[in-house]
């Protein structure tokens, strides 16, 4: 029998960054949970409907939208509604990761990692939580980062906009407990995804982050769905406002 907090038949999620990495193992997951599916990424990529379908999805829709642009993130969420009439689970998971030193980052390139890493957020929950509100229940899960409680140099805005996504998750939790929806944060570590790979292409990061963790080996995006498939359950109504941080038990430094 399938859990109860595995089978989403009849929700209807958004996935933002939903083409590659984290956000596309979550798109999966959810799809075969038996969710109405709506992946949402500024790239172009062909065949993502029909993979979700394939995978068990009551439907599937792909977007391409840069959910930065306050009047597309809009439009988006009207075409949705007006496909789907609901939105029941929201996961903010874009996000952009430069690395450079402080003196380095130039005002436009900080207010660029704000608006990706937390302003998306707070348009697409701004954009989405009416109708949520309209069918008492939501679930929105913002992925954060495990940098925000670690020593690590070279990432001052990224991991400033992290911390923000964990306060803007904790004041939705209370502005919009009492309406069904919840809202929680993930943390992950150092996971292997196109973007880390292009960060660290010749792959000795993940065997040295492993080395610091519990669980002694580099983590993918398989390790976080679970977290993610629960926090987007029926089961996990009475949980709100937390960060998990999916880490693989990381509790020193490199
Ligand atoms: N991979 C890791 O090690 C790691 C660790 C901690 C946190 N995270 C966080 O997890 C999330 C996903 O990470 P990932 O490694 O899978 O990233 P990724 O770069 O592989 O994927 C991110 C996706 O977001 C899309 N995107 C970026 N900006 C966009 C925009 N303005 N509009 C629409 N789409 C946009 C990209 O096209 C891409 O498909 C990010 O928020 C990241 O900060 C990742």
């Not at 070279?154 to 400033?160: L, Q, S």
């Not at 010749?202 to 610091?212: E, H, N």
Request: hydrophobic share 45%; aromatic share 6%; charged share 20%.
């Amino acid at each position: 029998m399938t859990p109860l907090h595995c089978n989403k038949q009849g929700k209807v999620a958004l996935i933002t960054g939903a083409a590659q990495g984290i956000g596309r193992a979550f798109a999966e997951r959810l799809a075969a949970e038996g969710a109405t599916v709506v992946g949402v990424d500024r790239q172009d990529i062909q065949g993502f409907e029909t993979a979700l379908k394939d995978l068990g999805a009551g439907d599937a829709h792909y977007a391409r939208v840069d959910v930065t642009d306050e009047a597309a993130v809009e439009a988006l969420a009207a075409q949705v509604l007006d496909r789907f009439g609901r939105c029941d689970i929201l996961i903010n998971n874009v996000g952009f990761t430069p690395r450079e030193p402080l003196e380095q980052i130039t005002l436009a390139q900080w207010r660029l990692v704000m608006a990706v890493n937390v302003e998306s957020f707070f348009l697409t929950c701004r954009a989405f939580v009416p109708a949520m509100k309209s069918n008492a229940y939501g679930r929105i899960v913002n992925i954060s980062s495990d940098t925000v409680g670690l020593v690590i140099d070279g990432f001052a805005h990224y991991i400033a906009s992290k911390g923000a996504v964990i306060g803007l998750t904790r004041a939705l939790a209370s502005e919009l407990g009492e309406c069904g929806i919840t809202v929680n944060s993930i943390a992950p570590g150092l996971t292997k995804t196109p973007n880390t790979f292009s960060m660290f292409p010749d792959g000795k990061m993940f065997d040295l982050s492993a080395q610091a963790q519990a669980i002694k080996r580099p983590s993918t995006p398989g390790d976080l769905v679970g977290a993610m498939s629960f926090l987007t359950s029926d089961d996990a109504a009475f949980l709100t406002g937390q960060t998990l941080i999916m880490n693989g038990g990381q509790l020193r430094a490199l």
